[in-house]
């Protein structure tokens, strides 16, 4: 923190000592920079993957969607210890070791980390082993053990392994001429204990068997061998059978599944030359990186779990014995083998709104009034007609696009594929470093460039995480710029599931403003004066802090709602203090990670934190000022995290259209109002989950919105 904001407080921390005085007490002044303010990064973040997990024992989430957060968890925790737990053993290993606000060096906060994760991970399988698969049970879903097995189902699932996974499995013995082999990041493996000898007279004792990638890890056994219901077999399962014909002649003593988690960021240094073919190199190491931690089916003998944990160099802190699949994440699979419509979330048709629906010419629309859509309660759409309506409109001269995630089959893509090839000047500025999705927006710049886009690739050592369209039209006799602007990705799956907002507009100032990024994005030159957005790395940090400090100024007039992923950033959650201390509301609602601390007496007993966890993902970023009763709303592509707000190309736009602007504050209202899905964050750093209080009805914000906007 800089000493800047520090000393911004001083005024305040004397008033408070004043106020003391006067009642004839002299409390200490507070500092509001000191550890104790804030909270860990990573153990916020754990906390929010533990909320996940809690929705798997919600009964009001149907039982398969309570069976894939249970998964989402696994996924989430994988993602954990590939970046964040990687990143603090990196620290460690290279001798650079940094301190967040809460001050908890990285070899401590490893030790905190690995107590947390055990302990949710404990609590995770016995969610599964004791409640999902008994209630599945219930349902007559039945995981088949092997133990369970009739002679029907033992003779289909021996012909199966001979047909399907015998081919293809292979097998390694660990002897010196063959050493341990490298695995693939969270692949699922065996260490097999062998007596006796091979072909060749060689004794072993040990072998490694890799389960192929390529094949599925739940299959369903046929109805005619079962007695009724759905009957799924795992892999393992397969493989632990007849693990004997795998080494012929040998006697497989035991058969134990584990599975290693290994660095999976990726580091790519400032001045290269060419992007895309560091990138696709790093891409080849990915798999192979450092491990970070090493799950272990419980019932492997200590003797090979100490001789894994010598081999990845880890310790008992990176070890997880687990009562069950070591990959969780693959029951996911659950909900495409069985068919029970009962059992998972209602369908639902997004809402198209009716001037939409009812018109032939979205630009049309777009220039009588800006539109404002809520994903995926409101379909997405719309912005794909947008794209696809100005490839094919001949009065449209050039089209430019940012893209950080878009998926594999994109209807954005083919529609600016589809435009390059009538003629049109046609820019994609891709993101390649979109973690995790960098393949596939290799190879996507690719096929744009064969279609004839110009690509860029952004700005190296800032992600391009802005989501904007430009379109520019002629229309009597002159150009007229449309624009898109998004919290979201332009991902049409993303959009079904996670919430986010889009504003469609033809503003004549956001037009100029959005026109001068891309030439920033694509050219070189001195940052361009903006006239309405607020922009990262330059103007966006500056301006949010501007906005909170100016509420501050009015006191317990002011009132501050942020809805936003993260809050991490130091000097951000210092003006939040500041406007605290100033007898100013703020309502924080903030799903995931919050360093934030509320509810200290003289520093933040007027912040309230809550995080809303259900049905579809918040995702949705909006900065909302009182302004002193002249309200100001933006949404905006940025978290309230370092990399959001000084090491990413970032935008925030105003919602200025009176009745939409109105709109937007109302949906914030629905979430300060959730009584069930949302989760308060104790000053402890505890949070505890709303229930409605006796004979107050409930009100999930994400069931209102839906049957709001949808009538569903």
């Known amino acids: 923190m800089s000493t ?16 003391a005085a006067g009642a004839g007490e002299l409390l200490p002044a507070i500092d509001p920079t000191a550890s104790e303010n804030y909270f860990n990064r990573e153990l916020s973040h754990l906390q929010f993957n533990y909320r996940v997990l809690q929705q798997a024992l919600d009964p009001t989430h149907p039982l398969l969607n309570r069976l894939i957060f249970c998964c989402i968890f696994s996924s989430n925790m994988d993602e954990f210890f590939e970046i964040r737990v990687a990143g603090l053993r990196q620290q460690i290993k290279y001798g650079r070791e940094s301190v967040g606000p809460d001050g908890m060096l990285p070899n401590q906060l490893l030790s905190e980390i690995s107590q947390v994760a055990h302990q949710y991970i404990a609590e995770q399988y016995d969610i599964l082993n004791n409640v999902l698969i008994p209630e599945m049970e219930k349902e007559n879903i039945h995981f088949v053990r092997r133990r369970e097995w009739t002679a029907a189902q033992a003779e289909w699932v021996r012909r199966y392994f001979e047909d399907e996974i015998l081919p293809v499995v292979n097998p390694i013995g660990l002897d010196p001429s063959h050493p341990f082999p490298r695995l693939v990041n969270k692949s699922l493996n065996f260490i097999v204990e062998l007596d006796g000898k091979d072909a060749f007279g060689r004794e072993t004792g040990m072998a490694i068997v890799p389960a192929p990638r390529s094949l599925p890890r739940l299959v369903r056994l046929p109805d005619e061998v079962c007695d009724g219901g759905d009957n799924l077999v795992f892999l393992s399962s397969m493989i632990h059978a007849h693990a004997d014909e795998l080494f012929p002649g040998m006697e497989v003593k035991g058969c134990y599944q584990f599975r290693l988690t290994r660095n999976a960021d990726l580091e790519l240094e400032d001045d290269l030359e060419d992007l895309a073919s560091a990138l696709r190199g790093e891409l080849l190491s990915r798999r192979f990186g450092d491990g970070v931690r090493l799950e272990v089916a419980d019932n492997c003998p200590e003797e090979l779990v100490q001789f894994l944990l010598r081999e990845f ?9 687990v009562h069950g699949p070591v990959n969780l994440t693959r029951l996911m699979a659950v909900s495409g083998l069985v068919e029970r419509e009962d059992l998972v979330y209602p369908g639902f048709s997004p809402a198209v709104p009716k001037k939409i629906r009812n018109s032939e010419d ?6 009588q009034k800006p539109v404002l859509l809520l994903h995926p309660y409101e379909s997405f759409t719309p912005v794909i007609d947008f794209l696809r309506q100005a490839a094919k409109d001949p009065q449209v001269l050039a089209i430019r696009q940012t893209l950080y995630r878009t998926g594999a089959d994109s209807e954005i893509v083919e529609a600016l594929m589809d435009a390059a090839r009538r003629g049109k000047e046609v820019t994609a500025v891709i993101e390649l ?6 393949a596939e927006n290799l190879e996507l710049a690719s096929r744009l460039q064969e279609a004839g886009v110009i690509v860029v690739y ?9 989501k904007m369209i430009l379109i520019v039209r002629r229309e009597e006799g002159r150009l007229k710029r449309y624009v898109h602007l998004g919290t979201g990705n332009y991902h049409a799956g993303n959009a079904r599931l996670y919430t986010d907002y889009s504003l469609l507009s033809c503003d004549d100032a956001l037009g100029d403003d959005v026109n001068k990024l891309f030439q920033q994005l694509t050219g070189m030159g001195k940052a361009l004066k903006i006239k309405k957005l607020f922009h990262a790395p330059f ?6 802090i501007e906005l909170i400090d100016r509420e501050a100024g009015y006191g317990e007039k002011g009132h501050i709602v942020f809805k936003i992923n993260a809050l991490t950033e130091p000097e951000v959650m210092l003006a939040l203090y500041r406007a605290s201390q100033a007898g100013v509301r703020v309502d924080l609602i903030i799903r995931g990670i919050c360093c934030l601390r509320p509810g200290v007496s003289g520093l933040s007993e007027n912040i309230h934190v809550r995080s809303i966890i259900g049905r579809f993902l918040e995702h949705t970023r909006v900065y909302s000022f009182g302004n002193n009763g002249k309200p100001e709303v933006y949404c905006s592509s940025a978290d309230g995290m370092v990399r959001n707000l000084i090491n990413r190309v970032e935008v925030a736009f105003p919602v200025e259209d009176k009745d ?3 709109r937007l504050r109302g949906e914030l209202d629905a979430y300060l109002a959730d009584n069930c899905q949302s989760w308060v964050l104790q000053a402890d750093g505890q949070y505890v989950q709303n229930h409605p ?3 107050e009805e409930r009100f999930a914000s994400q069931l209102v919105l839906l049957e709001r906007l949808t009538g569903k």
């Open 4 to 19: 800047e904001s520090a000393n911004a407080l001083t005024p305040a921390n004397e008033a408070l000592e004043e106020q």
């Open 313 to 321: 160099g880890l310790t008992e802190r990176d070890l997880y014995q």
């Open 539 to 544: 103007t966006l940090h500056k301006k949010l």
């Open 362 to 367: 979205i630009f049309d629309v777009i220039r």
């Open 660 to 662: 939409l602007a109105e």
């Open 693 to 695: 209080a006796e004979g």
């Open 458 to 466: 952004g700005v190296v050592g800032f992600k391009t995480h802005a």
């Open 433 to 438: 470093r979109a973690r995790f999705d960098e």
